[in-house]
């Protein structure tokens, strides 16, 4: 989100000068906030700039030099690490260069491989692209899956991404989305995705999550996931979680949240990507986001889910000529001894009269 000068200053002007009265109306951090008030220069009314944002400010928008701000500003390197661990907390990522430190405003697939034990028998749900904060949010629909599963007995979810809409992801989005803001936004989405007790959910970020990452290093789903200790951040775009079972031998699951629009058939990317893997490097289930498309195919001993979508038919998705088929998955894989999955049972559960303006619950 951008913030002009003459904005600020009418609201410095309307709340006589009070910060965290013109943070909360606007809806950004107050990071942010102050970071644009160094910008324009406007920090004659503003509080003494703390350390973390004096660090902030420079690894966001250059290259951090320990031993330098050290000297300069009378700063204990210790606490000078401290700080840029506090704002890694924060859902940036801090990295270091040969010069220095700084944010890193590039997203890249992570690719973590994440290890859990089960028997032969693994039974979970699969939801994505819920897309909240969005007017075309299908929120009643996301709980009806989520209590599915726990009459199921289930206590395993997995999400590809897109939990939430993001921001100015194409032009119009704006107009698409009724909660603005990226603290507004997470707050939200904390708040109103479905809390089982006995469920946990495990999710990986997609292009609307990281939209706002692009320009400000912030994740969406990592910051959901410090608020909610029942969801599990498992990285951006990509994750591989490997479920071994009792003789040690494993299931691999990818989540995968693929970049551009789908394809004039339905299986063409989703074959391409499976066509791409190595004969050593496949997966036995792959648990594919972003084309709002439900299928299953087996190909190459890959079981192939498209996850569907809890979103109606937004305008843009309209002049792409895109309907999206809103619904989740329940998926039953049975294990062999040997590591194979030798029974994949899906069943997607289906919701075809979308609900407008479903933003409470």
């Not at 700080?83 to 924060?90: A, L, S, V």
């Not at 791409?276 to 972003?290: Q, R």
Request: proline share 2%; charged share 25%.
């Amino acid at each position: 989100m951008s913030i002009t000068k003459d904005e600020m200053i009418k609201l410095l002007e309307l709340h006589n000068g009070n910060n965290k009265k013109c943070i909360e109306e606007i809806g950004v951090s107050e990071t942010t906030w102050f970071k644009y008030k160094r910008k324009f220069g406007l920090t004659k009314v503003s509080a003494p700039v703390s350390l973390k944002d004096k660090i902030f400010s420079i690894v966001s928008d250059g290259i951090l030099n320990v031993k330098k701000f050290s000297k300069e500003n009378n700063v204990s390197i210790e606490d000078i690490y401290l700080t840029i661990e506090d704002i890694e907390e924060d859902g940036f990522i801090v990295e270091k260069g040969l010069s220095g430190f700084y944010i890193n405003k590039a997203p890249s697939a992570d690719n973590l491989i994440h290890q859990y034990t089960c028997g032969n028998h693994i039974k979970f749900g699969y939801v994505t692209d819920v897309h909240l904060c969005s007017r075309f949010q299908q929120l009643t629909y996301l709980h009806a899956l989520y209590d599915i599963f726990e009459g199921d007995k289930i206590n395993l979810v997995m999400n590809s991404g897109d939990l939430g809409d993001g921001e100015d992801v194409y032009f119009g989005h704006k107009n698409e989305i009724f909660i603005h803001g990226v603290d507004a936004q997470v707050e939200y989405i904390a708040e109103k995705y479905p809390k089982r007790n006995k469920i946990k959910t495990k999710m990986i970020s997609g292009n609307h999550d990281l939209s706002v990452y692009k320009r400000a290093g912030c994740d969406i789903v990592k910051q959901v996931s410090k608020i909610r200790n029942d969801i599990e951040y498992l990285g951006m775009w990509s994750a591989y979680v490997d479920f071994n079972n009792n003789l040690g031998k494993k299931v691999r699951v990818q989540l995968l949240h693929p970049d551009k629009g789908g394809a004039y058939a339905l299986s063409y990317k989703a074959q391409k990507i499976v066509e791409g893997y190595s004969s050593d490097n496949k997966p036995n289930v792959l648990l594919l986001g972003h084309w709002h498309t439900s299928l299953y195919f087996f190909r190459r001993n890959v079981h192939v889910i498209q996850g569907g979508a809890l979103q109606s038919q937004t305008p843009y998705l309209l002049r792409k000529g895109i309907e999206p088929e809103i619904g989740g998955w329940i998926i039953d894989l049975h294990i062999s001894d040997d590591g194979s999955v030798n029974r994949c049972n899906q069943e997607f559960i289906s919701f075809f009269n979308p609900i407008y303006r479903d933003y409470g619950y």
